[in-house]
């Protein structure tokens, strides 16, 4: 019996083939994370304004122009639609929005935003669209029976069968 179960593992096992030489082309490129976050980029000939939106929450990365060096302590206004939030600074540089329920009602697709920055005595505009993509679909054949595994139990079962019936006549003769 011992011998049966060991045959039977064996067909369930995927053979793997492999020796020197043998190449089957360039390997499949992975697929995009799913966890990339929405993104934008905004820039004026003073500032340039990146944004990454995490949950509800927006992280603003303010820069000026032209020596890329962080612009802390400046006053940072969005606007989306009719509503204005004020950011909070989090270290130089780097700004956050908590949008609360604004994106609970957001729909999918393109969000134009306004922000007027003051950093000292320079007073800038700029304007960004948040690109808020649509809920993904599960991918396809999630969730879906291998049926390959299906097919080698197939070909074990009656080989298995026909082992006994043989076996069992040598016992009788």
């Known amino acids: 019996m011992k011998i049966v179960l060991f ?3 064996c067909l369930l096992l995927r053979p793997a083939f492999a020796h020197e030489g043998h190449d ?14 929405p993104r934008f980029e ?10 990454v939106l995490r949950g509800h929450a927006l992280t603003l990365y303010l820069d000026h122009y032209a020596s890329n060096a962080p612009v802390a302590k400046a006053r940072l206004e969005m606007e989306v639609g009719k509503q204005k939030l004020m950011a909070r600074e989090s270290e130089a540089g780097v700004y956050l929005l908590d949008l609360g329920n604004m994106l609970a009602g957001a729909k999918p697709g393109r969000h134009g935003l306004v922000f007027t ?7 800038d505009l700029l304007t960004a669209n948040l690109e ?14 291998d049926w390959r595994r299906l097919g080698w139990a197939g070909l074990a079962l009656p080989l298995l069968w026909v082992w006994r019936r043989r076996s069992g006549r040598k016992d009788h003769d």
């Open 42 to 51: 905004a820039a004026s000939e003073e500032f340039e304004l990146a944004g």
């Open 24 to 37: 089957h082309g360039e390997a499949p490129k992975p697929p995009p994370t799913a966890d990339a976050a």
């Open 132 to 145: 808020i993509p649509a809920p993904k679909a599960p991918p396809a054949g999630a969730g879906t029976f």
């Open 117 to 123: 920055i003051q950093a000292g005595d320079t007073l």
């Open 7 to 9: 045959l039977l593992g």
